[in-house]
């Protein structure tokens, strides 16, 4: 599957963002996906994941209560709300696809993806 992450930018401390993962290639269904991130310097983090479903979620500590992921099968796009953003969220933004469909603990990490997006660069100014 090809993944093709967007809506990065540049947003003052407090504002929001959404970003977008186009799938194509394969049945987008069969997936679970994630969103990582990356600052520079540091190693790449875990955001947030969904189930192939849509009905369970997961969320990394200093996320959880103001990203929301969510997807839409019949766009195979996957989405990541961003609300109330800090300059701590600076980072690249990939999306990932894992295709075993384990859930779990699994998702949070970048071991259990198979495919993964360009990565969309988000920068948030105080």
């Known amino acids: 599957v090809q993944l093709q992450a967007s809506g990065g930018g540049l947003v003052q401390a407090g504002g929001s963002l959404r970003l977008s993962c186009a799938a194509s290639?394969?049945?987008?269904?069969?997936?679970?996906m994630g969103w990582f991130r990356q600052a520079p310097g540091k190693e790449r983090e875990f955001v947030a994941a969904?189930?192939?479903?849509?009905?369970?979620?997961y969320y990394a500590g200093s996320v959880k209560g103001r990203f929301t992921i969510s997807r839409d099968n019949a766009k195979n796009t996957v989405y990541l709300q961003m609300n109330t953003l800090k300059p701590e969220d600076t980072a690249v933004y990939y999306c990932?696809?894992?295709?075993?469909?384990?859930?779990?603990?699994?998702?949070?990490?970048?071991?259990?993806?198979?495919?993964w997006g360009q990565g969309t660069q988000v920068t948030v100014s105080s």
């Open positions: 990932a696809a894992e295709e075993s469909r384990r859930g779990g603990t699994w998702l949070r990490t970048t071991d259990a993806y198979d495919y």
């Open positions: 290639g394969r049945t987008f269904s069969n997936f679970d």
């Open positions: 969904i189930r192939w479903s849509g009905g369970v979620t």
